[in-house]
C-alpha cells in the first residue's frame, strides 16, 4: 500500500485549471489522433486524476464523487471533451474495482498502482464453465474508452446458469496478451479523441477470482467490501457513477459559453445588423445557456452529496432514490445540450471552423447526451414507474 501524502480536492482541482490550457492546445491533434494524446495520459497520471476514486490500499485517495466531477469538468472545459471523457472513464473504473474480489484488485495493482483497464460492458463471445473459471471464445466488444492506455479489459459476458436458469451477468478481468483492439474501429464525428474502440478475445481463460458479478452487485453484494470497507464503496454501483460521464458535457457546455460571450463582445452581425453584443436575443441567448449549465451542475451535486451522506450513515439508497438520480442525471445532460445547442446556432458560421471551440462542444455534448445511462426517455420511464410503486427490476438501480 501506498503511504505518499493524499491531495486534497481543492489541490487537484487546481491542478486540473492549470492544466487545461495545455491539454486545450493538444485538442485538435487528440481528434487527429483518434485517441488521448500518451503526453495528457501521462500529465493525468501525474497529477493523481486516475487515483481520486482508487482505494486507498492500491495507492488511492478515496475522494467523494464530486471530486472527480469537478477535476473533469475543469478538464472539458479546455474545450477538449475528448480528454475529459477519458479521463473520467479510466477513473470511475478504479472506483467500480473497489467492489470486485480482492484478489482481482492484487492482480490489476499489485505490481503497478498506476495500472489502467478499460471496460466494455456490453455483453459479448461464447462462454464455457470450466474447472476453476471460464473460457471466453469469439466475443468482440464496442466502445472501449481509454483502451490504448489499459493494461486489462473488463468485459462483460454472460454465464449460463448451471441450474438452467437465467445467466449471470459478469465482468471479466482480461490481461493485454488476451485482447485485440481493432484501431480501426472508431470512426465518428463526434468523442472522436475518446479512442472508444472495439476490442476481441479469440479465446481466453478467466480465473473465478477474476470475475465479478453485476448481477450481484445490483443485488447489493460486493466481494471488494471486505478489504475496502469506507463509505465510497457503500454506495450504488451505478446509479452513483453514471454522473461521473456527465461531466466531460459539462466542462464542453461551459467551454463553448466562455467562447460565445468572449465573441459576443466583438463579433458584428452582416448584412448591418450592427453589434451582436447590443442584440437583446444574443444576450437572452448567453443568460438562458449560463442558468441551464448552473441548473444541471446543482443537480448533479445533490446528488452526489445525497448518495454520499447516505454511505456515511449506513444506510442503503433505495431503488426510487437510484432512479430518481439516474433520470435527474439524464435531465441535467439534456439542459447541457440544449444550452450549447443554443450559444452554437447563435454563433452563426464562423463556428463552423474546426479550430472553433464551439463545433467542438457542440458535437461532443450531443454524443455525451446519446450514452444510455444519460437517455432521458429510458431514465424517465424508469423512475416514474418506480415513483408510482409499480414493480419494476432494472440493473442500474
Keep these: 500500500m501506498s503511504t505518499s501524502a493524499i491531495p486534497s480536492a481543492e489541490e487537484l482541482i487546481g491542478r486540473a485549471r492549470e492544466l487545461a490550457p495545455v491539454i486545450a492546445g493538444r485538442a485538435l491533434d487528440c481528434e487527429?489522433?483518434?485517441?488521448?494524446?500518451?503526453?495528457?495520459?501521462?500529465?493525468?497520471?501525474?497529477?493523481?486524476?486516475?487515483?481520486?476514486?482508487?482505494?486507498?490500499?492500491?495507492?488511492?485517495y478515496e475522494h467523494d464523487m464530486y471530486t472527480l466531477l469537478e477535476v473533469t469538468r475543469e478538464i472539458g472545459r479546455s474545450g477538449c471533451c475528448s480528454s475529459a471523457w477519458v479521463l473520467a472513464i479510466l477513473a470511475i473504473h478504479n472506483f467500480y474495482l473497489g467492489y470486485f474480489p480482492p484478489k482481482a484488485q492484487q492482480d490489476i495493482w499489485g505490481e503497478d498502482?498506476?495500472?489502467?483497464?478499460?471496460?466494455?460492458?456490453?455483453?459479448?463471445?461464447?462462454?464455457?464453465?470450466?474447472?476453476?473459471?471460464?473460457?471466453?471464445?469469439?466475443?468482440?466488444?464496442?466502445?472501449?474508452?481509454?483502451?490504448?492506455?489499459?493494461?486489462?479489459?473488463?468485459?462483460?459476458?454472460?454465464?449460463?446458469?448451471?441450474?438452467?436458469?437465467?445467466?449471470?451477468?459478469?465482468?471479466c478481468v482480461v490481461p493485454r496478451a488476451d485482447f485485440v483492439i481493432h484501431h480501426d474501429s472508431w470512426d465518428v464525428v463526434a468523442l472522436k479523441g475518446t479512442g472508444s474502440k472495439d476490442i476481441s478475445i479469440e479465446h481466453c481463460f478467466v480465473p473465478s477470482h477474476r470475475m465479478f458479478s453485476l448481477t450481484k452487485v445490483a443485488q447489493g453484494y460486493a466481494p471488494g467490501r471486505e478489504i475496502n470497507p469506507g463509505p465510497l464503496y457503500r454506495q450504488p454501483f451505478f446509479a452513483a457513477s453514471v454522473c461521473s460521464l456527465i461531466a466531460p458535457a459539462w466542462g464542453a457546455a461551459l467551454a463553448a459559453l466562455d467562447g460565445f460571450e468572449a465573441r459576443l463582445q466583438s463579433r458584428m452581425m452582416v448584412f448591418g445588423g450592427g453589434r451582436q453584443a447590443e442584440k437583446s436575443t444574443a444576450l437572452l441567448r448567453l443568460v438562458e445557456a449560463s442558468a441551464e449549465i448552473d441548473a444541471a451542475g446543482l443537480l448533479l451535486k445533490r446528488n452526489c452529496d445525497a448518495f454520499k451522506a447516505l454511505a456515511e450513515a449506513g444506510e442503503v439508497s433505495s431503488k426510487v432514490h437510484n432512479a430518481k438520480a439516474l433520470f435527474e442525471g439524464a435531465y441535467a445532460t439534456t439542459l447541457l445540450t440544449r444550452a450549447v445547442e443554443r450559444l452554437f446556432v447563435a454563433s452563426g458560421g464562423s463556428a463552423l471552423h474546426e479550430g472553433n471551440v464551439i463545433q467542438r462542444c457542440w458535437r461532443d455534448v450531443h454524443a455525451v447526451n446519446s450514452h444510455a445511462g444519460m437517455n432521458f426517455d429510458n431514465m424517465g420511464e424508469l423512475y416514474g414507474q418506480l415513483r408510482l410503486g409499480q414493480d419494476v427490476e432494472h440493473g442500474l438501480i
Excluded at 487527429?32 to 488511492?60: N, V
Excluded at 460492458?121 to 471466453?136: L, M
Design 32 to 60: 487527429r489522433l483518434g485517441r488521448l494524446p500518451d503526453a495528457s495520459f501521462a500529465d493525468f497520471r501525474d497529477a493523481g486524476f486516475f487515483r481520486i476514486l482508487q482505494p486507498k490500499r492500491f495507492g488511492g
Design 113 to 171: 498502482e498506476d495500472t489502467q483497464t478499460c471496460t466494455p460492458f456490453v455483453p459479448s463471445g461464447k462462454v464455457t464453465r470450466v474447472t476453476g473459471g471460464i473460457e471466453i471464445r469469439d466475443g468482440r466488444w464496442t466502445f472501449a474508452s481509454g483502451c490504448d492506455h489499459s493494461r486489462f479489459a473488463l468485459v462483460g459476458v454472460l454465464v449460463p446458469d448451471a441450474a438452467g436458469g437465467p445467466p449471470e451477468y459478469f465482468q
